[in-house]
């Protein structure tokens, strides 16, 4: 009987060590966010420590808040908010971008230059300032979180995948298949999406970190995932007062913002050939 090993060589998948760790803390708190009610040793609301601001001990890994409430079972919990709202967001920013970016690059003529119009004057709003307009105006449910920052992140999206869609539009094989008749969706979906999806994954990657970063920035003032939940930016937000006193409350978020973020880089920097390049 005979066995084939198949090494990452042969596959055309080679991770470096840093893409490997990026990939696993990824998936961690991946995890986590899924399973973060089961993980949780305290209720997120339960005051459990008559010291507020509590050091890191063999009973509170993190420490405590200002109101005595356990900051690992509320950063477990925050990871929900965090992962998913900004997963929700960045999903819907870069299907919307993508689709309309290839259908804008193959129809051009009219449909090409209103979009484009339409989406690069949305583009010119600064996204902070868009974000606080539209979360003060409606309401900081997170329905209206996950669609202010898809809204905010779609033209960017659309511009990346168009540029990448017009050059592929030029090729001769598209050119081929427009001659025999193909309709634009088989075009979109056969020949431009497949020689787009590296550089388009590794474009999502990049959004999914700002669109981290602007929860984060809209939570710290007030206008994200609202009490008694909280993510990551919320969670500083409301320890910022133990900032001077160097207390683990505010340190233990901001490290778990700066470790997701950082590991999405990594993870995109040190993608394998195969993917980034189908040349290869």
């Known amino acids: 009987m005979a066995y084939f090993a198949l090494s990452p060589r042969k596959l055309g ?3 470096n060590l840093v893409g490997i760790l990026g990939f696993a803390i990824i ?5 986590v966010a899924v399973f973060a009610p089961l993980v949780t040793p305290y209720p997120i609301g339960a005051i459990v420590d008559y010291d507020y601001f509590g050091p890191v001990s ?3 890994l993190m420490g405590t808040d ?5 900051m690992l079972s509320r950063i477990l919990m925050g990871a929900r908010y965090t992962v998913g709202i900004s997963l929700g967001a960045v999903a819907i920013a870069c299907v919307t971008g993508v689709a309309l970016g290839m259908s804008a690059a193959v129809a051009g003529g009219w449909f090409d230059t209103c979009l484009s119009r339409f989406l690069d004057a949305l583009n ?3 996204s902070k300032l868009f974000g606080l307009v539209v979360v003060a105006a409606v309401g900081s449910s997170i329905p209206v979180l996950i669609l202010t920052l898809a809204v905010i992140y779609t033209p960017g999206a659309y511009r990346f995948s168009r540029a990448l869609a ?5 090729m001769d094989y598209v050119t081929v298949a427009t001659a025999r008749g193909e309709k634009t969706s088989y075009l979109i979906r056969s020949e431009i999406l497949p020689n787009i999806l590296g550089p388009v994954l590794a474009d999502l990657g990049l959004r999914f970190v700002f669109i981290v970063l602007l929860l984060s920035g809209l939570s710290f003032l007030g206008l994200g995932v609202q009490p008694p939940n909280a993510d990551w930016g919320a969670l500083v937000r409301e320890n910022i007062g133990g900032l001077p006193f160097g207390a683990a409350a505010v340190m233990f978020p901001s490290i778990a913002i700066a470790s997701l973020t950082i590991s999405v880089n990594l993870l995109i920097d040190n993608l394998p050939q195969k993917i980034r390049d189908r040349s290869a």
Do not use: C, E, M, Q
């Open 124 to 126: 010119s709003i600064p």
């Open 13 to 15: 998948y080679r991770f």
């Open 58 to 60: 063999a009973k509170f």
């Open 27 to 31: 998936l961690i708190w991946a995890l």
């Open 66 to 70: 200002y109101l005595g409430r356990d």
């Open 166 to 170: 017009v050059n592929i539009n030029t």
